[in-house]
C-alpha cells in the first residue's frame, strides 16, 4: 500500500488547510488512516485518525474541536480539515495506514512522505 499526502503549504495564525491522503489500494491493512506530525526537534504526534468502514474517529486533545477527518471511500481518500490553525501546529503531517483504529506510531505499517504546514503568527 503506497499513501501520497498532499495539501500542506503556509498560512496565517486562524486560517485553514485541508489535507489529503490517497492510498493506492484499499485491504485489510489499510482499513484505518491516521494522521501524525513532527515539529522540528520534537517527536512524531498523533492527530487524528480514522476507520475507513464505519467511520469512527479519534483525535488528540491539541486538535479536537478545530480539525476534522472524513474519508471518501471510492477515492480511498481521506482528508484532514484544519481549522483555527496555531503557530503550533506548524509541522510535516504525515498520513499512516493500520489494521486497527490507534493513536500510536506502533499499529501504523505504512506510511506516506508528510506534507509541510506552516502556520505564521
Known amino acids: 500500500v503506497q499513501l501520497q499526502a498532499s495539501g500542506g503549504g503556509l498560512v496565517q495564525a486562524g486560517g485553514s488547510l485541508r489535507l489529503s491522503c490517497e492510498a493506492s489500494r484499499r485491504t485489510s491493512s489499510n482499513a484505518n488512516i491516521g494522521w501524525f506530525r513532527q515539529a522540528p526537534g520534537k517527536e512524531r504526534e498523533f492527530v487524528a485518525a480514522i476507520n475507513l468502514s464505519g467511520g469512527s474517529t479519534r483525535y488528540s486533545d491539541s486538535v479536537k474541536g478545530r480539525f476534522a477527518i472524513s474519508r471518501d471511500i471510492a477515492k480511498n481518500t481521506v482528508y484532514l480539515q484544519m481549522n483555527s490553525l496555531k503557530p503550533e501546529d506548524t509541522a510535516v503531517y504525515y498520513c499512516?495506514?493500520?489494521?486497527?483504529?490507534?493513536?500510536?506510531?506502533?499499529?501504523?505499517?505504512?506510511w506516506g512522505q508528510g506534507t509541510q504546514v506552516t502556520v505564521s503568527s
Open positions: 499512516a495506514a493500520a489494521t486497527y483504529l490507534s493513536s500510536y506510531n506502533s499499529a501504523y505499517n505504512y
